[in-house]
């Protein structure tokens, strides 16, 4: 895994959060390694809380909270920002 960029979707299971998984799939690149992590289990959740997550979806890039989730849902613009899609 070395070289690669962790990429964290904490999502609810819900519809809006499918579409967020659907668009970092469709933009990422092979250096890029995705996770998809359920809000419902207990340790998900806590994880949430510690990076500040206050709402789903929510995507983490190498350990930070994408700077579009701060604010509003998250945008292919502002995760290819976060480095979503490119190379290392």
């Given at each position: 895994?070395?070289?690669?960029r962790?990429?964290?979707?904490?999502?609810?299971?819900?519809p809006?959060?499918?579409?967020?998984?659907d668009?970092?799939?469709?933009i990422?690149?092979p250096?890029c390694d995705?996770?998809?992590l359920?809000?419902?289990?207990?340790?998900?959740?806590?994880?949430?809380?510690?990076?500040?997550i206050?709402?789903?979806?929510?995507?983490?890039v190498?350990?930070?909270?994408?700077?579009?989730?701060?604010?509003?849902a998250?945008d292919?613009?502002?995760?290819?920002a976060a480095?979503?899609?490119s190379?290392?």
């Open positions: 895994m070395a070289n690669m962790k990429v964290e979707i904490f999502s609810a299971g819900c809006v959060c499918q579409a967020t998984i668009l970092v799939n469709q990422a690149c250096s995705v996770a998809v359920d809000m419902n289990a207990s340790d998900v959740s806590q994880r949430a809380k510690a990076l500040g206050h709402r789903v979806p929510a995507v983490v190498d350990g930070k909270l994408a700077d579009c989730c701060l604010v509003s998250p292919e613009k502002n995760l290819r480095g979503i899609g190379s290392l």
